[in-house]
């Protein structure tokens, strides 16, 4: 089962080589302005990167550092939140790059620390914890940490001659296990992605989250782009990881990973998504909160390897489901938030901005299934939402995997069909006609698509909705113009009538003639 996260919780002279480095970067006054301490130079690249964590995966697991637990215990949320990283003691707060980097620090919830090295050239230097880094109360139990304690995590922030203030404002956030956010093209955060997912919802078998457990940054380039490397170090898997990630309308990123498997894995899940889904205008409890929705993310997208484009909204299950939607070579998938209306949502903390997330493969990935985990929650601080790509083949231990693909933190889908309408909403009613007794057992469906050929369907035609159950049978079943002017507004409604309370898999799409006019929509119905 994934771990709960709590949402509110989240969110001077070096040596003569690396001088140098930095001096042809223009950056060593910076650097020396900034107060930071560094440790000795060090030679790296990421093929020596990728070296360490194959020679870890042939070694026992140790762990991360976890200094001085005793205070760090007395750093809990209040006192953490009374911490604050002083800007004018960012890493590039003056160059070379564009993007200032600034870090989080440990504390109750953020207990192992995490190596924080820069980069440049064929060179690295780690950077020195210390508490002069940091706004905090006098008596706060974070400045009887020593020296080189280490750090929680690290944020990117805007570029210094962005149109926001870069002192306020922050783009990527590294922080947590191998956890990490964008902001998105809404300057927004909201779902989160991680390095790897192993066991997720796996029966009798508890999840393992391996950690970030050093980071090495390099200087923003003039492209608009930062690397940044990673190690991942965990009981079953160690890894290297080289992120390159672009600020532009919203966030790409471009991952290089190399994993190396200590253990078996039972569900291997590569380029995890986590997200959280409350409730919509699907399903909602009577007055179980004054919002209409709440949600980071309201539906599964999919692009198949053999160009079908599936919809799957979300669901808060009554109990834990695995759903696995096999594929070869996938195009890509992403948990998406389509609706973007304020009055959809009435919070002030914005969820109508909150990021979509997609995954692009770069290269095949061959046989597999983009998988949903969904977890029953009552609360929206809890991420209950994975998406996953998990290979057919079994993950054994002395394997490994490199893998590379692109994340696009934006409003929706970088790739649109734009010959396909889309699915917007999906709503669920009492089954039966009006003014006449309600049976029991059926379930009434409306199901709203919008754009694409349904913009140019001639008057007086309507489309058919093509549906399909894994049990169950339809009535009622027919198309209309959503009554609000809007053109290519069209919703498809019947009734489902099914015995027991096991899901019912459903598939829907209209089309007129052959011509397919959506993407298929797909939905796991919890009869109650």
């Known amino acids: 089962m994934t771990e709960p996260m709590d949402r509110r919780h989240l969110i001077k002279a070096a040596g003569a080589s690396f001088v140098a480095g930095l001096a042809a970067s223009g950056g060593t006054a910076a650097l020396a302005a900034e107060g930071l301490k560094f440790g000795p130079s060090t030679p790296f690249s990421f093929e020596v990167l990728k070296e360490r964590a194959a020679a870890m995966a042939r070694q026992d697991y140790v762990g991360p550092d976890k200094p001085s637990p005793e205070i760090l215990d007395k750093i809990d949320y209040e006192a953490h939140g009374k911490i604050h990283y002083r800007t004018e003691m960012a890493l590039f707060a003056n160059g070379p790059g564009k993007y200032p980097v600034t870090f989080f620090h440990l504390g109750k919830f953020f207990k192992k620390a995490v190596g924080m090295n820069v980069v440049t050239g064929n060179q690295s230097r780690r950077i020195i914890y210390s508490a002069n880094y940091f706004d905090m109360p006098a008596d706060s139990p974070a400045k009887q940490l020593p020296e080189g304690s280490g750090f929680a995590g690290f944020r990117i922030q805007e570029p210094r001659d962005g149109r926001l203030d870069w002192h306020k404002n922050d783009w990527v956030a590294f922080l947590g296990a191998s956890y990490f956010r964008a902001i998105g093209q809404l300057y927004q955060y909201g779902l989160s992605a991680r390095g ?45 990881y080289r992120f390159v990630m672009t600020r532009s309308k919203g966030v790409i990123m471009e991952i290089e990973q190399s994993l190396n498997l200590r253990a078996d894995i039972a569900r291997f899940g590569i380029a995890p998504l986590t997200s959280m889904y409350w409730f919509s205008e699907t399903m909602k409890p009577t007055a179980i909160d004054w919002r209409p929705e709440v949600h980071d993310s309201d539906g599964l997208a999919m692009w198949t390897g053999s160009g079908e484009r599936l919809w799957r909204p979300l669901n808060n299950p009554p109990r834990i489901m695995a759903s696995a939607f096999q594929d070869i070579n996938p195009r890509g998938f992403g948990l998406l938030q389509r609706d973007r209306a304020f009055d959809h949502y009435q919070d002030g903390v914005h969820y109508e901005r909150r990021p979509s997330l997609w995954v692009e493969p770069l290269a095949p990935w061959g046989k597999g299934s983009v998988q949903l985990v969904e977890i029953p929650t009552d609360d929206e601080i809890h991420d209950n939402i ?57 379930r009434k469906f409306m199901i709203e698509f919008l754009g694409g050929p349904l913009q140019s369907i001639p008057f007086g035609v309507k489309p058919e909705a093509v549906l399909s159950a894994s049990r169950g049978t339809f009535s009622y079943v027919f198309t209309e113009a959503v009554p609000d ?44």
């Open 386 to 442: 994975v998406a996953q790509w998990v290979p057919a083949e079994p993950a054994t231990a002395g394997q490994t995997f490199n893998l590379k693909y692109r994340l696009f933190w934006l409003d929706g889908e970088p790739y649109p069909a734009v010959t396909l309408g889309i699915c917007t909403a999906t709503r669920l009613g009492n089954g039966g006609q009006p003014g006449q007794p309600r049976p029991k057992g059926v």
């Open 485 to 528: 002017g809007v053109p290519g507004h069209w919703r498809a409604q019947f009734d489902l009538t099914v015995d027991g309370s096991d899901p019912v898999e459903m598939r829907c799409f209209l089309k007129t003639g052959d011509r397919v006019l959506t993407e298929t929509w797909l939905y796991q119905y919890h009869p109650f």
């Open 196 to 240: 790897l997912a192993l066991d997720v919802a796996v029966a009798g078998k508890a999840e393992e989250f391996p950690d970030f457990t050093e980071f090495y940054i390099e200087p923003g380039k003039n492209d608009g782009s930062i690397t940044v490397y990673a190690l991942l170090d965990g009981p079953s898997v160690t890894g290297a």
